[in-house]
């Protein structure tokens, strides 16, 4: 069975990591997956003035999954406009609500805290919170000038994503870590911890541990093999996930997967990095985060096999020390190594 994927490069590196997965794709179960590409970007903007066109996300509705390279620009477009232009409205669109990121260490990879081994699963709300873009700003330019960002929680927003994490957390070690601010934000954070005290009812085995959003990312760095699964809302999600990428040797290796658990639509995967406008033309980028990104999709997918398969041979270039420094490595000799590892 082929698998219809609607491909978006997006900005700068965004294009070479996908076709690095793509090639690996092919050459792993030649014609499993069948790509369109969307060249949805910044430069896409500057010709149209929009990220997508009107029927975007009409567009991909027909699609098994879509596969994302990175979004935005600055010089180009500000990156408010590329967000909230591209990514953000397919997450809300398919209510992809459920942002999985792994945080491990690769074979080879050191990463910063020098091999402290660690095994994190971060679940980030992904439709609202802090990210809903609802707000306004008035007097601008003056003196007088307020800007208002509301986060909004719904019930049905965050009982859905901590149900989540007490699935993932049923699947792995049945621990699972809340995040919030819940002694700062007395409304929306009060309220999460609710629903998590709520909802443990319901999955007794699991051993829950509230965390405010300081004190676990220090412990992610002071002792991460004390943690498994996370569940964040979208901001705090946002940001321990860049820290989960830092310890694990930064973000070429971190691999994200953009779900709808009931698999209305389709979901999309990409890796967590952005752009990178300053290497986009050096040839360096990492592809390892989108293969395994890649990975994940096949797993979505039912494609369990195919997806391990790549996995091991990703798992084979870095214990070879290939791609595992940062900036080193081409991204075509990375792939090739890759690509070559299959064939053992
Ligand atoms: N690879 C995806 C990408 O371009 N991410 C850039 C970014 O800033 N994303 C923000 C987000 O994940 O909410």
Redesign the pocket.
Same mark, same amino acid.
């Given at each position: 069975m082929t698998h219809r994927i609607a491909l978006i490069p997006?900005?700068g590196i965004?294009t070479s990591v996908l076709d690095a997965a793509m090639k690996v794709a092919e050459k792993a179960a030649p014609g499993l997956l069948s790509g369109e590409t969307f060249p949805w970007s910044c430069d896409h903007y500057l010709k149209t003035g929009r990220m997508m066109p009107e029927d975007g996300i009409e567009t991909l509705r027909g699609f098994d999954a879509i596969f +994302?390279?990175? $979004?935005?620009w600055p010089a180009k477009v500000p @990156?408010a406009v590329s +967000?909230h232009g591209l990514? +953000?409205p397919i997450?809300k669109a398919f209510v992809q609500y459920a &942002?999985i990121r792994p945080h491990r260490l690769l074979p080879g990879v050191e990463g910063p805290l020098r091999k402290q081994e660690f095994d994190i699963l971060c679940i980030r709300e &992904?439709t609202e919170g802090e990210?809903s873009g609802a707000g306004g700003r008035v007097h601008q330019g003056t003196a007088d000038e307020v800007a208002v960002e509301t986060a909004i929680f719904t019930r049905a927003g965050v009982e859905r994503i901590l149900r989540f994490g007490f699935e993932q957390a049923m699947a792995r070690s049945k621990r699972l870590a809340s995040v919030t601010k819940s002694n700062a934000q007395k409304y929306s954070m009060v309220f999460w911890d609710e629903v998590t005290r709520e909802l443990s009812v319901e999955f007794p085995e699991v051993e829950v541990s509230h965390y405010h959003v300081d004190a676990i990312a220090a412990r992610m760095v002071m002792a991460p093999e004390t943690l498994d699964v996370i569940v964040a809302s &979208?901001l705090f999600g @946002?940001i321990l996930t860049d820290l989960g990428a830092a310890i694990q040797g930064g973000l070429g290796f971190a691999a994200?997967a953009n779900i709808d658990p009931t698999r209305k639509g389709p979901s999309m995967f990409?890796? $967590?990095?952005?752009?990178a406008p300053d290497i986009a033309h050096l040839g360096i980028a990492n592809p390892i985060a989108a293969i395994w990104s890649l990975v994940m999709m096949l797993q979505h997918l039912g494609e369990g096999a195919v997806a391990a398969r790549i996995m091991r041979s990703v798992e084979a270039t870095t214990a070879r020390g290939i791609g595992t420094v940062p900036g080193r490595d081409k991204t075509d000799d990375i792939t090739a190594a890759i690509l070559s590892a299959l064939e053992d």
């Open positions: 997006g900005d965004g +994302l390279g990175a $979004v935005g @990156d +967000l990514l +953000l997450r &942002n &992904n990210y &979208n @946002d994200s990409e890796p $967590v990095h952005g752009s």
